[in-house]
């Protein structure tokens, strides 16, 4: 199984500051005949259902913001908040989706400074 | 917009059995892969189960394999996970969660299951 370790655990950031989360998995995370980078994150607000916000480590789901990116490759991958808003309070999750069993992060709880 | 609404979750005994349903709309629910999901209280998700578009492909996680099983009707917009031999650590939300290339696009608002005496 592919183990998937994020960091930091947590993180305070002030409004309006940049973030980065930190993502590592146990293997290269590469599928496909254009060997893409398979690996997603997700948002999960406070009593709902996790989110996807990006896909193939960089493609933004339709609808969420600019200030949310997708970086890396192979086995090390940030998701970066240029500007952090009151609503991006949340646990975020990468996920490995190049092999079964699917594998999640343990998650990065980010809250306002 | 695809919607996806489970139910069936309950507290149950250890050993006993709960069959959950995902239903489907907004989306042409016979197009896509689809998948549980499941997250125990303060942790991450865990996947559970995929089936393919026809329901003749299945894949477990070892933990639930020979004890849940997952199935669909198309016809009725529908995914069910049949869950027997429950036991405690199977307690959490379950989710489904539409399927596109592993990537989970969608997921419902999750239904809880206890396992407890």
């Known amino acids: 199984d592919i183990v998937m370790t994020q960091s930091p655990d947590s993180l305070a950031v002030s409004l309006g500051e940049r973030a980065t989360i930190n993502c590592k998995s146990s293997q290269i995370v590469l599928r496909g005949s254009n060997s893409n980078n398979c690996l997603a994150w997700y948002q999960q607000k406070a009593g709902q259902p996790p989110k996807l916000l990006i896909s193939w480590a960089s493609t933004r789901e339709s609808g969420v913001p600019d200030r949310f990116s997708g970086g890396g490759s192979g086995t090390d991958f940030t998701l970066t908040f240029s500007s952090l808003q009151a609503e991006d309070v949340a646990v975020y999750y990468c996920?490995?989706?190049?092999?079964?069993?699917?594998?999640f992060g343990g998650g990065t709880k980010v809250e306002i400074k | 917009e695809v919607q996806l609404v489970e139910s069936g979750g309950d507290l149950v005994q250890p050993g006993g059995s709960l069959r959950l349903s995902c239903a489907a709309s907004?989306?042409?629910?016979?197009?896509?892969?689809m998948s549980w999901l499941r997250q125990a209280q303060g942790k991450g998700p865990e996947w559970v189960a995929n089936?393919?578009?026809?329901?003749?492909?299945?894949y477990y996680v070892d933990s639930v394999k020979g004890r849940f099983t997952i199935s669909r009707d198309n016809a009725k917009n529908s995914l069910f996970l049949q869950m027997n031999s429950l036991r405690v650590e199977d307690s959490a939300v379950y989710y489904c969660?539409?399927?596109?290339?592993?990537?989970?696009?969608?997921w419902g608002q999750g239904t809880l299951v206890t396992v407890s005496s």
């Open positions: 996920q490995q989706h190049c092999s079964l069993p699917l594998t």
């Open positions: 907004g989306v042409t629910f016979s197009n896509y892969w």
């Open positions: 089936i393919n578009p026809d329901g003749s492909d299945k």
């Open positions: 969660a539409r399927n596109d290339w592993e990537v989970l696009k969608a």
